[in-house]
């Protein structure tokens, strides 16, 4: 195994059985959809994959674009490298498709308003985008799924409620129902279509159904979610009301359910959370799995199997959430309104073991669940997807396993919407790179910062000011695969009180068990820009732990300050990460303090020329007869172009005074991160940010994943080998 693969295998995959060990899904590829926009569009406008289906040959993806009003396509015939095939445009938003054969069939959403909604099913060539039939729903649709042997084809006409009226509480009519509609060879009979009424089922505002999603099994019954209504309801492939039931409520405990922006805390608790399922799937004739997601009374947090008589079969509770949690992608901003917010839920049988694959919107993972025993799952692994997941496609034929990421974050400059295919491997997992996981207490983490390498193997690590009420020193076991946070040492006052108004961005050692920590200050929040010296428990000492900036420094700073701080001797290195208001373009300072002398000095270092925002410094470490630098853009995927890292010899260290001229130091190139960064099949992450290296030169680094706020939650923590050898 490749020395950039030595920390990359999953934690959970450690749980399954050792006849599984070396099957595991990984990722191989990532397409972002504004691929398939013509020539000459606007690529700045919004894009979204929602919901994904593939032609009976497995090579062609086909996916609705709801703000573009089309259907996507993408070639996979090489899974590896998938290829753009353009859009379809639509007489409105696409809200689902399933593919039969060759041809799509499409949900389009007509409605001119919430009282008057109106939909067409479409069937449409795949190859030519050729409109072969269309179906007048009488509503507007939402989920659709087709039946196995490709007859007919089931529609969630949902006519759903507005938000905004009475703080969307239902009944708002017209009341939606189910559509049943059979399939010719590539077209539709829209003479067959029966609506089944499903009102006077629900107990929670029976004459408004609300159905979200369908699923159809082999007997050809149709599985209906009435999620705001909390409700289940089985349709014979004849239109009758097979059974119906409401879908229960769940008593969460230990949980994170306050939105103080600012710190992990899962001590809380929520007795009777309504499900209110969002999609389901059926596992066999019998059994169907369902994503409780929740709406305005609910969400539960994690999954439930049904018998089809209404029997729980299997309830997550909090365990999907908590490994969740335990990878640091868990959405605190998000600990009021449902959590990870599981939202789809996929089946379907690879190399003879049946899975359920759970999609979690807000934390951007996909749980893959053997459900051989439908009674007791076992999570296998945790899979990284993009921003958003809300549509799976399982391809078994190939070994492939499809996300379409819905979330394109293009207006705040962030990564664009991707579809993301994995591919189950006879391999180690290679997802997560870093996890919580036996640890004594339930232990959250994310927006990893500096980094720090000590002696047998640690790494220690720092959050930033994402969670600022929490700030946190992680002790890191990377002889562990994953590597693994077995402490998590929360930073201080003499007072015992959380150490607020820091944001930690780099970490030293002290020689004496203790840290040096680098505090990137905003004068504007009282945010000082700051030297903390800490203890090995985790305390800043009042006055003495505590190093600000000479006036010098002051007189010419901006919020972007400190990223990253090492020790070399007696002497505290600091990068600024951006100009300050005396740099000269695109040179930046590297900051010194000695510790003796209290002496501050400062040298200045040349960043490359953005192509597109900004380049940045983000840690600074030395090693040997060096130190290293890494250097960034802001920049995500493909739009990515610098994350470096570069050496500086200490022999051009050599501070000058502060308020005259400073040298200019050389730099070197070391590496280029981007394929590193791509080698795991997912796009760009823009934050490099954390950088430790070993006495015997092996080097780690590790991005930020902004605390899992507009971003997957995706964390790479990798080994990139001997930062000393020239062919590492």
């Known amino acids: 195994m490749s020395a950039r693969f030595l920390c990359l295998t999953s934690a959970v995959a450690l749980t399954a059985g050792l006849a599984h060990a070396e099957m595991n899904f990984n990722r191989i590829a990532s397409f972002a959809t504004p691929l398939n926009m013509a020539a000459g569009e606007d690529t700045k406008r919004e894009t979204s994959p929602e919901i994904i289906d593939?032609?009976?040959?497995?090579?062609?993806?086909?996916?609705?674009?709801?703000?573009?009003?089309?259907?996507?396509?993408?070639?996979?015939?090489?899974?590896?490298?998938?290829?753009?095939?353009?859009?379809?445009?639509?007489?409105?938003?696409?809200?689902?498709?399933?593919?039969?054969?060759?041809?799509?069939?499409?949900?389009?959403?007509?409605?001119?308003?919430?009282?008057?909604?109106?939909?067409?099913?479409?069937?449409?060539?795949?190859?030519?985008?050729?409109?072969?039939?269309?179906?007048?729903?009488?509503?507007?649709?939402?989920?659709?799924?087709?039946?196995?042997?490709?007859?007919?084809?089931?529609?969630?006409?949902?006519?759903?409620?507005?938000?905004?009226?009475?703080?969307?509480?239902?009944?708002?009519?017209?009341?939606?129902?189910?559509?049943?509609?059979?399939?010719?060879?590539?077209?539709?009979?829209?003479?067959?279509?029966?609506?089944?009424?499903?009102?006077?089922?629900?107990?929670?505002?029976?004459?408004?159904?609300?159905?979200?999603?369908?699923?159809?099994?082999?007997?050809?019954?149709?599985?209906?979610?009435?999620?705001?209504?909390?409700?289940?309801?089985?349709?014979?492939?004849?239109?009758?009301?097979?059974?119906?039931?409401?879908?229960?409520?769940?008593?969460?405990?230990?949980?994170?359910?306050?939105?103080?922006?600012?710190?992990?805390?899962?001590?809380?608790?929520?007795?009777?959370?309504?499900?209110?399922?969002?999609?389901?799937?059926?596992?066999?004739?019998?059994?169907?799995?369902?994503?409780?997601?929740?709406?305005?009374?609910?969400?539960?947090?994690?999954?439930?199997?049904?018998?089809?008589?209404?029997?729980?079969?299997?309830?997550?509770?909090?365990?999907?959430?908590?490994?969740?949690?335990?990878?640091?992608?868990?959405?605190?901003?998000?600990?009021?309104?449902?959590?990870?917010?599981?939202?789809?839920?996929?089946?379907?049988?690879?190399?003879?073991?049946?899975?359920?694959?759970?999609?979690?919107?807000?934390?951007?993972?996909?749980?893959?669940?053997?459900?051989?025993?439908?009674?007791?799952?076992?999570?296998?692994?945790?899979?990284?997807?993009?921003?958003?997941?809300?549509?799976?496609?399982?391809?078994?034929?190939?070994?492939?396993?499809?996300?379409?990421?819905?979330?394109?974050?293009?207006?705040?400059?962030?990564?664009?919407?991707?579809?993301?295919?994995?591919?189950?491997?006879?391999?180690?997992?290679?997802?997560?790179?870093?996890?919580?996981?036996?640890?004594?207490?339930?232990?959250?983490?994310?927006?990893?910062?500096?980094?720090?390498?000590?002696?047998?193997?640690?790494?220690?690590?720092?959050?930033?000011s994402f969670y600022l009420f929490q700030p946190t020193i992680f002790k890191i076991d990377t002889n562990q695969t994953p590597a693994r946070i077995v402490d998590a040492i929360r930073v201080v006052r003499q007072d015992g009180n959380p150490a607020q108004q820091i944001d930690m961005e780099g970490i030293t050692l002290d020689g004496k068990g203790g840290f040096y920590v680098a505090s990137e200050g905003r004068t504007e929040r009282v945010i000082p820009h700051a030297i903390y010296h800490v203890s090995a428990e985790g305390v800043i000492k009042n006055r003495k732990g505590e190093i600000g900036l000479p006036p010098e420094l002051m007189a010419v700073e901006k919020r972007f300050g400190f990223e990253g701080i090492t020790r070399v001797g007696d002497t505290l290195w600091m990068p600024v990460q951006r100009e300050w208001k005396d740099d000269p373009k695109n040179h930046v300072k590297l900051v010194a303090y000695n510790l003796k002398t209290k002496e501050w000095g400062a040298v200045r270092y040349e960043k490359a020329e953005p192509t597109k925002g900004w380049v940045g410094l983000s840690e600074i470490t030395a090693h040997g007869d060096y130190v290293y630098i890494i250097e960034r853009d802001n920049q995500h995927d493909a739009r990515a172009v610098t994350k470096k890292i570069y050496r500086v010899a200490l022999s051009e260290m050599v501070p000058a005074p502060l308020g005259g001229a400073l040298p200019v130091v050389k730099k070197e190139l070391v590496r280029d991160l981007i394929p590193d960064l791509t080698s795991t099949g997912g796009y760009v992450l823009d934050k490099v940010e954390g950088l430790a290296i070993f006495e015997d030169g092996t080097a780690i680094f590790s991005t930020d994943n902004d605390g899992v706020d507009d971003h997957s939650g995706e964390t790479i923590f990798m080994n990139i080998g001997n930062i000393e050898s020239r062919n590492f």
Not at 152 to 169: K, M, P, Q
Not at 432 to 437: A, G, N, R
């Open 54 to 464: 593939v032609t009976a040959d497995g090579m062609t993806l086909v996916y609705t674009d709801s703000p573009l009003e089309a259907l996507g396509r993408v070639d996979i015939t090489d899974p590896a490298n998938p290829q753009p095939l353009g859009n379809i445009a639509l007489p409105g938003e696409p809200t689902s498709v399933a593919v039969i054969g060759a041809t799509a069939y499409v949900g389009v959403n007509t409605s001119e308003s919430y009282t008057a909604p109106s939909g067409m099913l479409k069937a449409i060539d795949v190859a030519t985008g050729a409109e072969l039939a269309s179906c007048d729903l009488g509503g507007q649709p939402d989920s659709i799924a087709k039946s196995k042997d490709g007859a007919f084809i089931s529609v969630a006409i949902e006519n759903e409620r507005d938000e905004d009226l009475d703080d969307g509480l239902i009944p708002q009519l017209p009341a939606g129902n189910l559509v049943m509609i059979n399939t010719t060879k590539g077209g539709l009979d829209c003479a067959s279509l029966k609506m089944v009424d499903l009102r006077g089922l629900a107990d929670i505002a029976p004459s408004d159904p609300e159905p979200e999603y369908v699923s159809i099994n082999g007997l050809g019954e149709t599985v209906i979610s009435l999620q705001e209504n909390n409700h289940m309801v089985v349709v014979s492939k004849d239109g009758e009301i097979v059974n119906h039931f409401s879908a229960g409520a769940v008593d969460l405990t230990n949980i994170d359910a306050t939105d103080e922006r600012a710190i992990l805390s899962f001590t809380e608790s929520q007795m009777g959370r309504l499900r209110e399922p969002d999609a389901v799937a059926w596992i066999d004739d019998d059994h169907f799995a369902t994503a409780n997601e929740g709406d305005y009374n609910g969400g539960s947090r994690g999954w439930t199997i049904f018998n089809k008589n209404g029997t729980v079969v299997y309830e997550s509770g909090t365990d999907f959430e908590h490994a969740i949690v335990q990878i640091g992608h868990y959405p605190d901003k998000r600990s009021d309104s449902k959590g990870v917010e599981p939202e789809s839920v996929t089946f379907d049988v690879f190399n003879g073991t049946p899975y359920v694959f759970v999609g979690a919107e807000r934390a951007s993972v996909v749980g893959v669940y053997n459900v051989t025993n439908p009674a007791a799952p076992v999570l296998e692994q945790l899979l990284p997807s993009g921003v958003g997941p809300e549509g799976y496609v399982t391809i078994p034929s190939r070994n492939l396993l499809v996300s379409a990421n819905e979330k394109d974050l293009i207006e705040d400059g962030g990564a664009r919407a991707h579809v993301m295919i994995f591919e189950q491997q006879e391999a180690p997992a290679v997802y997560p790179h870093l996890t919580s996981e036996g640890m004594g207490e339930l232990t959250g983490w994310g927006a990893i910062s500096g980094m720090v390498a000590d002696k047998d193997g640690i790494v220690w690590a720092v959050n930033d």
